[in-house]
């Protein structure tokens, strides 16, 4: 289902690995920025990435066990902690024609998301 998701990204780019009309398999450049909203890395997702290995790579990319938020436009923030939300991630990124195969991403530590999506939601106020 993955493959299916990410090869389904029209990309615009002409880096290496962008999906240019079926021309092998799409990668997605994550860049993945702290609470503090300083770029941490980039990240280039192959189309066979599983949630266990995009988990391993935010993990490394943060320093301890993490998860992922994104805003898909709306201006809210959705968490991404299991393969679930992972492929309503992906699909998301599928669908959006805006996003040419990159997309950012904050990563938070293993169990923040309550209290950084409650800090959120009190400056909204």
Known sequence: ????????????????GAN???????TLLITCFNEADKEITDLRIPANTSW??????????????AIFVYDDGSGDDFPVRD???FLGFLGMVRSNKNVHGEYDIMLLGEGEWE???????AMRR
Request: aromatic share 2%.
């Open 115 to 121: 209290r950084y999506d409650k800090e959120q939601k």
């Open 1 to 16: 289902m993955i493959d299916q998701l990410l090869s389904s990204l029209t990309c615009c780019s002409d880096r290496p």
């Open 52 to 65: 266990s290995e995009m988990q391993d790579m935010i993990t490394g990319a943060l320093g301890e066990k």
């Open 83 to 85: 393969e679930k939300e």
């Open 20 to 26: 240019k009309g079926g021309q092998g398999p799409a």
